[in-house]
Nanobody, 127 residues
Framework: QVQLVESGGGLVQSGGSLRLSCAVS????????MGWLRQAPGKEREFVAG????????YVADSVKGRFTISRDNAKNTVYLQMNSLKPEDTAVYYC????????????????????WGQGTQVTVSS
């Protein structure tokens, strides 16, 4: 069974940066479109960013556009989320998520697009 292990979360001041990583087990990483979701206390899980199987197409939510960048390294079975100019409202548990897909140009664009996600990593942004 595939496993997703997120890392890189922590406490950072407003305006700071963090880089999240997600290592995916198994030999079929290149068959997954990947993404990041987040869930703040008392709120529903929301979409943050998605990336196609090859990594040439990405999509990010309007709330993080211009600040967050998603990328992947298929040789390392890892997907990343670079987060810059962090704000207190970015505080949440961040989840790595995947979708098995045959289309190489498919980019996930909503929470409902994903079928599986990891345990999450906490990101806390202080004001």
């Amino acid at each position: 069974q595939v496993q997703l292990v997120e890392s890189g979360g922590g406490l950072v001041q407003s305006g700071g940066s963090l880089r999240l990583s997600c290592a995916v087990s198994g030999r079929t990483f290149s068959m997954y479109a990947m993404g990041w979701l987040r869930q703040a206390p008392g709120k529903e899980r929301e979409f943050v960013a998605g990336i196609s199987r090859s990594g040439d197409k990405t999509y990010v939510a309007d709330s993080v556009k211009g600040r967050f960048t998603i990328s992947r390294d298929n040789a390392k079975n890892t997907v990343y989320l670079q987060m810059n100019s962090l704000k207190p409202e970015d505080t949440a548990v961040y989840y790595c998520a995947l979708k098995y897909i045959l289309r190489s140009d498919y980019v996930p664009a909503s929470t409902a697009d994903f079928g599986f996600w990891g345990q999450g990593t906490q990101v806390t942004v202080s004001s």
